[in-house]
């Protein structure tokens, strides 16, 4: 075998090889099956893993905005005319949280934690200052207080004159501070002398400031990764019992701050809220990309709020079969100690027409109003977040409180939230780098597959030369000069000299010479 052949036998050899392992390989997915085996490894909740302490500590900034419905009417709303309102705000609020008391639990299959959340004002995001702006709106602890007598006369009546004497309205002026930190309230505090489960300070953020709300145990992700983050239990328990059937009560998916990786798609993701007392869910709405970081987009679609009647599986939201609103709203008075709190969407966004045409100056807009979380599906990192929710009080005319007599039933805005966070750059950076490996991983078979591609494009020049240089050889004739005009047999053979022709040591020499004419 000449070295040539040896070259051809080798290159063909590597570039079988190669071809048939890359091409395997990438067909198998091995590398990325080991890409991802070695994610859910990584990402869970256990000291010293990639995510521990962002968990406990997250890095970027959350901001929280505060909107208020001003009522410019009021004279006319207690006359029974339709309310006009308009937004206030933002008034912006730097939010600090984190996790206190964290402790592993079931042998480190679980993980157990607080989630304490501060406020700090920045002046610079919003539009005045709080502890001077007013707000003409519905007076929550009145309506909280009126809707406990309701059904009776005599008792709406004492209430009525309570009231009155001690200058309570169904609407009132409260600073910005005053009504989302609290006020002491007049009524309530009447009430709680009586009452010791009433607080007589009010405040739509009250006792929210450097608190928690409860207990929360985790799923770490240990022994499934599709349990990252994942709730088991809120304040001792699995399920609420705030609702009417046992889905309804069900505590859900995570508390918004961790999702499994590897998400798809067609996966609904849910969110246990506590400040809805139960859980929502949100489906893949589009692909957006962040400070260079691929996501998908994730938002609550219409059936999370809608009616029993468009979605039968809401039904057990309803308090009582007569207590059942529209598309678009939940009431949440079983955990809001019966106050006729109604939670929604901004501007009333994604609900039935009738609540935006009951109230002037609602304009409900996706842009603005849409509840949405971008994650990166790879890893779960949730790279930009915007919480918004509407509180409302559903306001009715109750006979005996003379200053209800008028009033239509309403389901009056009082203020919505904005909870957004975007990823930092720092984190972004960290994550670009985890996304190019996880990337690059599972494409290794392409490389293979491409050197032997190379190798296969060498196979191919050297079978040319070769094929080339064996025709060559084959064409190898002995023919005279193309310019010789001699026929062959004008070729005759005769020994060069006589000494020559009796040499018997070196041979006879043999020379080419014409042939003689023959003479006749």
Same mark, same amino acid.
């Given at each position: 075998?000449?070295?040539?052949?040896?070259?051809?036998?080798?290159?063909?050899?590597?570039?079988?090889?190669?071809?048939?392992?890359?091409?395997?390989?990438?067909?198998?997915?091995?590398?990325?099956?080991?890409?991802?085996?070695?994610?859910?490894?990584?990402?869970?909740?256990?000291?010293?893993?990639?995510?521990?302490?962002?968990?406990?500590?997250?890095?970027?900034?959350?901001?929280?905005?505060?909107?208020?419905?001003?009522?410019?009417?009021?004279?006319?709303?207690?006359?029974?005319?339709?309310?006009?309102?308009?937004?206030?705000?933002?008034?912006?609020?730097?939010?600090?949280?984190?996790?206190?008391?964290?402790?592993?639990?079931?042998?480190?299959?679980?993980?157990?934690?607080?989630?304490?959340?501060?406020?700090?004002?920045?002046?610079?995001?919003?539009?005045?200052?709080?502890?001077?702006?007013?707000?003409?709106?519905?007076?929550?602890?009145?309506?909280?207080?009126?809707?406990?007598?309701?059904?009776?006369?005599?008792?709406?009546?004492?209430?009525?004159?309570?009231?009155?004497?001690?200058?309570?309205?169904?609407?009132?002026?409260?600073?910005?501070?005053?009504?989302?930190?609290?006020?002491?309230?007049?009524?309530?505090?009447?009430?709680?002398?009586?009452?010791?489960?009433?607080?007589?300070?009010?405040?739509?953020?009250?006792?929210?400031?450097?608190?928690?709300?409860?207990?929360?145990?985790?799923?770490?992700?240990?022994?499934?990764?599709?349990?990252?983050?994942?709730?088991?239990?809120?304040?001792?328990?699995?399920?609420?019992?705030?609702?009417?059937?046992?889905?309804?009560?069900?505590?859900?998916?995570?508390?918004?701050?961790?999702?499994?990786?590897?998400?798809?798609?067609?996966?609904?993701?849910?969110?246990?809220?506590?400040?809805?007392?139960?859980?929502?869910?949100?489906?893949?709405?589009?692909?957006?990309?962040?400070?260079?970081?691929?996501?998908?987009?994730?938002?609550?679609?219409?059936?999370?709020?809608?009616?029993?009647?468009?979605?039968?599986?809401?039904?057990?939201?309803?308090?009582?079969?007569?207590?059942?609103?529209?598309?678009?709203?939940?009431?949440?008075?079983?955990?809001?100690?019966?106050?006729?709190?109604?939670?929604?969407?901004?501007?009333?966004?994604?609900?039935?027409?009738?609540?935006?045409?009951?109230?002037?100056?609602?304009?409900?807009?996706?842009?603005?109003?849409?509840?949405?979380?971008?994650?990166?599906?790879?890893?779960?990192?949730? *790279? $930009? @977040?915007? !919480?918004?929710?509407?509180?409302?009080?559903?306001?009715?005319?109750?006979?005996? #409180?003379? &200053? =209800?007599?008028?009033?239509?039933?309403?389901?009056?805005?009082?203020?919505?939230?904005?909870?957004?966070?975007?990823?930092?750059?720092?984190?972004?950076?960290?994550?670009?780098?985890?996304?190019?490996?996880?990337?690059?991983?599972?494409?290794?078979?392409?490389?293979?597959?491409?050197?032997?591609?190379?190798?296969?494009?060498?196979?191919?020049?050297?079978? *040319? $030369? @070769?094929? !080339?240089?064996?025709?060559?050889?084959?064409?190898?004739?002995?023919?005279?000069? #193309?310019? &010789? =005009?001699?026929?062959?047999?004008?070729?005759?053979?005769?020994?060069?000299?006589?000494?020559?022709?009796?040499?018997?040591?070196?041979?006879?020499?043999?020379?080419?010479?014409?042939?003689?004419?023959?003479?006749?």
């Amino acid at each position: 075998m000449t070295r040539r052949s040896c070259a051809i036998y080798a290159v063909g050899t590597v570039c079988a090889t190669l071809l048939i392992l890359g091409i395997g390989l990438y067909a198998a997915q091995v590398f990325r099956t080991l890409m991802h085996n070695r994610l859910k490894k990584e990402i869970v909740l256990v000291e010293g893993s990639r995510v521990f302490e962002s968990w406990k500590t997250p890095p970027p900034p959350v901001f929280m905005e505060f909107f208020f419905f001003n009522i410019t009417n009021l004279d006319q709303v207690l006359a029974g005319e339709k309310p006009e309102v308009q937004q206030v705000g933002p008034y912006t609020y730097r939010e600090y949280r984190y996790k206190d008391n964290v402790s592993m639990v079931e042998n480190g299959q679980k993980v157990s934690a607080y989630t304490v959340k501060s406020f700090v004002f920045l002046r610079e995001k919003s539009v005045g200052d709080p502890s001077e702006d007013t707000i003409v709106t519905v007076n929550i602890p009145a309506w909280a207080v009126m809707s406990t007598v309701k059904s009776s006369f005599f008792k709406a009546s004492g209430l009525g004159f309570m009231m009155a004497g001690l200058g309570s309205q169904p609407f009132t002026t409260l600073t910005v501070n005053d009504l989302l930190w609290g006020y002491l309230d007049p009524l309530l505090s009447k009430v709680a002398v009586t009452k010791a489960d009433v607080e007589p300070v009010f405040g739509l953020m009250h006792k929210k400031n450097g608190s928690h709300s409860g207990e929360f145990v985790y799923h770490t992700g240990m022994q499934n990764y599709m349990d990252y983050g994942r709730i088991a239990t809120w304040k001792g328990e699995s399920q609420v019992t705030f609702w009417t059937s046992n889905q309804s009560n069900s505590i859900n998916g995570s508390d918004g701050s961790a999702f499994h990786p590897l998400i798809e798609k067609n996966e609904r993701l849910y969110v246990f809220t506590p400040d809805l007392c139960r859980s929502i869910y949100m489906e893949f709405e589009k692909e957006v990309e962040v400070r260079g970081v691929p996501a998908y987009r994730f938002t609550p679609p219409r059936s999370v709020l809608a009616s029993k009647e468009e979605n039968p599986a809401n039904e057990g939201f309803c308090i009582t079969p007569t207590e059942c609103l529209g598309t678009g709203l939940l009431k949440v008075s079983p955990c809001r100690k019966g106050a006729p709190v109604v939670a929604s969407f901004p501007h009333f966004y994604l609900a039935d027409d009738r609540y935006v045409e009951a109230i002037g100056g609602m304009a409900p807009q996706r842009e603005h109003h849409q509840t949405f979380i971008d994650i990166n599906p790879t890893t779960g990192v949730i *790279v $930009r @977040a915007n !919480k918004r929710a509407q509180v409302n009080v559903l306001i009715e005319k109750i006979s005996g #409180i003379p &200053s =209800t007599r008028y009033l239509k039933e309403t389901v009056f805005p009082v203020m919505f939230i904005n909870e957004s966070v975007v990823i930092d750059e720092a984190s972004a950076a960290r994550v670009q780098k985890l996304l190019k490996i996880a990337d690059l991983v599972p494409n290794l078979p392409l490389i293979l597959v491409g050197l032997g591609a190379i190798m296969l494009a060498v196979l191919i020049v050297l079978l *040319v $030369r @070769a094929r !080339k240089e064996k025709n060559e050889a084959k064409r190898v004739v002995f023919t005279k000069p #193309i310019y &010789s =005009t001699k026929s062959e047999d004008n070729t005759s053979y005769s020994p060069v000299t006589d000494k020559e022709k009796d040499d018997g040591q070196n041979g006879t020499y043999i020379g080419l010479a014409e042939k003689a004419d023959v003479q006749t």
